[in-house]
T-cell receptor, first 110, second 115 residues
C-alpha cells in the first residue's frame, strides 16, 4: 500500500510567522511531489510542485524535497489569514495518478 | 482562467439512479483523471484516461462506473446505479504539458448527493 502521511493538525500559526507543513511518503518510485491548498467545499488548488532534491521557492512558498528520507515539506512565510486552509500533499510516478495524504488543516491567527 | 470546468456543480439523485458527471477542458489534453472526496476524507483516485482509453483504475472504480469521451472534447463519468456511499465531491483533473513531470490541475468539482 503506497501511503502519504501528513499530520492532520490543526496547526495554528500567528499572522506574519512561518508555517511549516510536513509530509512523508512510502513509494520510493515517486517522481514528482505536489502541494495543494483546499478551502472548505472547494477543489484542490495547486500551489507548488517539485521533483528534484532541494528547495524550490515561489513567492512566500518554499517546497523542500529529500528523496533519501522520503520527505517533502512546505514553508509559508509571512503567513496571512487567507492562508488558512487544508494543505494536501500528493505524490506521483510519471503521469500516473496522484496519491494524496489526508491533509493538514492550517489556521492563521490574526 | 480555469483549465477545466465541470457540470453540474451539484447533483442530487435518488439511490439506484444513474448520474453522468461532465468535465470540459478548455483546450486539448491527452491525460484525464477522475478523483472523489467523501466529506472529511482524503482525495481518492478513481480512474485515469489517456488517448481515449482507460490507463489505470482503482478498486473503487467497479462495474458501476464508466468513463467516456463522447465527442472528443467532453469527458464523462457515469455511475449506473448510485448508492448512498457514492455521495462525495467528484473532481476531474488534467495535466499541463507533455513531459513526465507535469502539474495536475483540478476542476471545480461536482458535489453528488445520493438520497
Amino acid at each position: 500500500q503506497k501511503e502519504v502521511e501528513q499530520n492532520s493538525g490543526p496547526l495554528s500559526v500567528p499572522e506574519g510567522a512561518i508555517a511549516s507543513l510536513n509530509c512523508t511518503y512510502s513509494d520510493r518510485g515517486s517522481q514528482s511531489f505536489f502541494w495543494y491548498r483546499q478551502y472548505s467545499g472547494k477543489s484542490p488548488e495547486l500551489i507548488m510542485f517539485i521533483y528534484s532534491n532541494g528547495d524550490k521557492e515561489d513567492g512566500r512558498f518554499t517546497a523542500q524535497l529529500n528523496k533519501a528520507s522520503q520527505y517533502v515539506s512546505l514553508l509559508i512565510r509571512d503567513s496571512q489569514p487567507s492562508d488558512s486552509a487544508t494543505y494536501l500533499c500528493a505524490v506521483r510516478r510519471g503521469n500516473e495518478k496522484l496519491t494524496f495524504g489526508t491533509g493538514t488543516r492550517l489556521t492563521i491567527i490574526p | 482562467e480555469p483549465e477545466v470546468t465541470q457540470t453540474p456543480s451539484h447533483q442530487v439523485t435518488q439511490m439506484g439512479q444513474e448520474v453522468i458527471l461532465r468535465c470540459v477542458p478548455i483546450s486539448n489534453h491527452l491525460y484525464f483523471y477522475w478523483y472523489r472526496q467523501i466529506l472529511g476524507q482524503k482525495v481518492e483516485f478513481l480512474v485515469s484516461f489517456y488517448n481515449n482509453e482507460i490507463s489505470e483504475k482503482s478498486e473503487i472504480f467497479d462495474d458501476q462506473f464508466s468513463v467516456e469521451r463522447p465527442d472528443g472534447s467532453n469527458f464523462t463519468l457515469k455511475i449506473r446505479s448510485t448508492k448512498l456511499e457514492d455521495s462525495a465531491m467528484y473532481f476531474c483533473a488534467l495535466n499541463r504539458g507533455g513531459s513526465s513531470y507535469n502539474e495536475q490541475f483540478f476542476g471545480p468539482g461536482t458535489r453528488l448527493t445520493v438520497l
